[in-house]
């Protein structure tokens, strides 16, 4: 499984290039292995750390460590989501159990953001969800009953209230939420990496190409050596399914995104200086927009069916004409060369939106598929498995376990067919919010 991102990521470019890199090139056994160096592989192996200080922890990524779709994202930590799938959950019962989690999710990174004093450019400014179409408030009004019976603070806002606090006259109708919180992806993400554990070895840019268990060990073939290990946390996400993991009930999806300089004085001073915001689409296949504490505006408007492993620059050129124009919808005024980078990312996807926490065997374990709300829930899904792992239990994961296990896909070539054709109509209903 060998992953080739872009190098664009504006998120990603923001930091302080890494020199202390170490890539697999022996064979080594262990006490525990988790695979995937995102949030919840870097919080499985936290939390390993402080349980097991005196056992050998390997944590091994195929890129970089946070750098993939963890850093690429749009930096939402949600406490509620609107469509977080393909199928609507209109019980309430279920609805709160996601909001649970969300919250448990919330929690968890603030609590390592204070533990180890992480600037993250944290905000707890809220979101909107927001839409240019006025028949769209019907959606928004029945959204805002069900947060109005769970107790979400939150209210319904109009296009000249829009106008003042997101300095586009786009958006004629949208649901604020209080309780989102706007952060930078990358910073936490790579406070995640610094702050291992020191019994805690990490190796990068080290593929796996197969694994098996043999008696009582799971045995992992990378390019460059092997693997022997007691317990093992596969924590890939959007890459579950490539490695034969729960298959039938998780996908992924590619998206594209792209962010613009910082605005100059006058630019910003032209759309009336408003604070930092995000906008989640009212309609799934809308566009993600972002006002960045320091004046960039990102925007992420196309999901799509496509090879994971790797997206190529003229592709991603393709879909960034497409944020290019989103821009232009919302903010006509601002010059036509103003995006400075656009980059590609995977989520995991289930049918029924929910999230995959399991243990496969009595020592393979796997967390992951977050339909989007990876940020929070990836962190404690992390901590949380660890837990699991050492047969443990806990508040936390009394609660994951009360949500609705994931459903099953149907087989190849149907599923992909399927998630086309239904990606094709939602992008169709959404083409005037892209």
């Given amino acids: 499984m060998e992953v080739i991102n872009d190098n664009h990521c504006s998120w990603v470019n923001d930091l302080n290039q890494r020199s202390n890199i170490q890539i697999l090139s022996s064979d080594l056994d262990c006490e525990w292995l988790i695979i995937g160096a995102g949030y919840t592989g870097l919080s499985a192996a936290r939390k390993l750390g402080q349980l097991y200080p005196n056992q050998q922890i390997i944590i091994i990524d195929a890129q970089l460590a946070g750098e993939g779709a963890s850093s690429r994202n749009s930096g939402y930590l949600v406490d509620t989501t609107l469509n977080d799938g393909f199928t609507s959950n209109k019980e309430l019962e279920n609805y709160k159990k996601k909001a649970d989690i969300y919250k448990l999710g919330i929690e968890a990174v603030k609590r390592f953001i204070k533990e180890y004093q992480v600037d993250c450019d944290w905000n707890e400014c ?20 069900t947060l109005s019976k769970l107790g979400f603070e939150h209210s319904l806002l109009s296009n000249s209230d829009l106008k003042k606090r997101l300095g586009t006259n786009f958006y004629n109708i949208a649901l604020y939420t209080k309780g989102g919180i706007l952060l930078h992806p990358g910073k936490l993400a790579r406070a995640m990496v610094d702050t291992l554990p020191e ?6 840019n080290s593929s796996l190409l197969n694994w098996k268990k043999i008696n009582d060990k799971v045995v992992c ?11 093992i946390i596969f924590a890939t996400n959007g890459f579950l399914k490539s490695l034969g993991l729960k298959s039938n009930y998780n996908f992924p999806i590619t998206l594209t995104a792209s962010m613009t300089r910082s605005l100059t004085d006058k630019e910003f001073e032209s759309i009336g200086k408003p604070k930092e915001w995000g906008v989640l689409p009212v309609r799934p296949m809308g566009a993600t927009v972002r006002m960045t504490k320091d004046r960039r505006i990102l925007i992420r408007n196309t999901a799509e069916v496509y090879n994971p492993y790797q997206m190529s620059q003229s592709e991603l050129n393709k879909r960034s004409l497409k944020q290019k124009i989103g821009i232009k919808k919302r903010f006509p005024h601002l010059p036509n060369d103003i995006i400075q980078s656009s980059w590609s990312g995977i989520v995991s996807r289930t049918r029924n939106s929910s999230q995959i926490f399991e243990k496969i065997d009595k020592n393979i374990f796997a967390a992951g598929c977050y339909n989007g709300s990876g940020i929070g829930v990836g962190t404690l899904f992390g901590e949380q498995i660890a837990v699991k792992a050492s047969n443990e239990n806990s508040k936390e994961i009394e609660t994951i376990e009360l949500r609705k296990k994931p459903t099953w896909l149907p087989p190849q070539p149907f599923l992909n067919l399927g998630v086309k054709a239904r990606l094709v ?3 169709l209903k959404a083409r005037s919010e892209i």
């Fill in 199 to 204: 019994n805690v070895t990490l190796y990068e």
């Fill in 425 to 427: 109509y939602e992008r």
């Fill in 221 to 231: 073939n990378f390019k460059n050596g092997l693997i022997k290990t007691n317990k």
């Fill in 126 to 145: 809220g979101k909107f969800f927001a839409s240019s179409k006025e028949e769209d408030s019907k959606i928004l009004k029945n959204f805002s009953e």
